[in-house]
């Protein structure tokens, strides 16, 4: 085997390089709540209901269970009724604050530690992702034909400025700043290009089968679609929109290419597991 193996490069904790920027990272946590005012406190919090958690949230020792219970009620949406907190204070350290009238500082709060809220609502919206899911709401939408028929949507404005670009253009032409290169007839690309007939499509020399030959939407002009021998394309067949025009053998495996980039002959299927220096 050429190089070092994996289980031989050092760890990061005795990579000096590491060792450093873990120090650089760290320097100051020390002093993280070194500068805050005396009795207050940085407390996390999390919710029985919710995935998201409120880092820093500042509150001071000398409140009670219930002023923090209001304060939380803004965070999480959960009414004080509904809300049982417990004091997260580290590793298994777990107290519940079962006394409304005692303080933080009762409870041995400190900043860093965590407090949590028990959503005891049955009916709580918080509950299976009602503040959180946004799949859960009902989204509005407007039939096809109605958008169409507005002035001042995104769809309107784009096509007015399709049809400005092209009156721009039919003007170069007329004035002959710009010679008009007619459109293939699709007919003709069929015949030349008949599907099941082995090709070659540029750039690649990708070899593979004719599948289709026609239009494509949202592409101008006449498109052969290509089934490669190899994941080499950059689709599985289909189009914009999900429209499938040919099979072939799945993602990748499919292009499409005009027929200036594409050469019929008898070009054989690659063998992807030939080798460059076998003869034939």
Known sequence: MIGTRAENLPSCHKNSDMMCLRDYVTGGDEMHYGKQAQGTLRLDVTHSNLLQRWH????????????????????????????EL????????????YDENKTLKTYGARSGMELHIKDTDEHSISKHGGLEDV????????????YD?????VRAIKRREKAKAEAERQAKIASGELEEIPEEDEAEVAANFPVGSRCEVGPGDRR???????????LKGVWIGVSLDLPEGM?????????????CKGDKYGCFAQ??????????EVDPFASDDEEF
């Not at 417990?86 to 604050?97: E, Q």
């Not at 028929?149 to 949507?153: H, R």
């Open 135 to 146: 799949s859960q709401v009902e989204k509005y939408e407007m039939e096809d034909e109605a």
């Open 56 to 83: 820093d949230i500042v509150f001071d020792d000398s409140m009670t269970v219930a002023r923090v219970k209001d304060k939380l009620y803004r965070h999480g949406g959960t009414p004080a009724a509904f809300q």
């Open 235 to 247: 689709n599985d067949g289909s189009g914009k929109g999900g429209k499938q025009y040919f099979e």
């Open 259 to 268: 027929s200036a980039n594409v050469k019929v002959g008898d070009y054989p």
């Open 86 to 97: 417990y004091l997260r204070r580290g590793g298994s350290d777990t107290i519940y604050l």
């Open 149 to 153: 028929k507005l002035d001042n949507s």
């Open 208 to 218: 593979g089968e004719v599948k289709y030959v026609g239009k494509v939407k949202g």
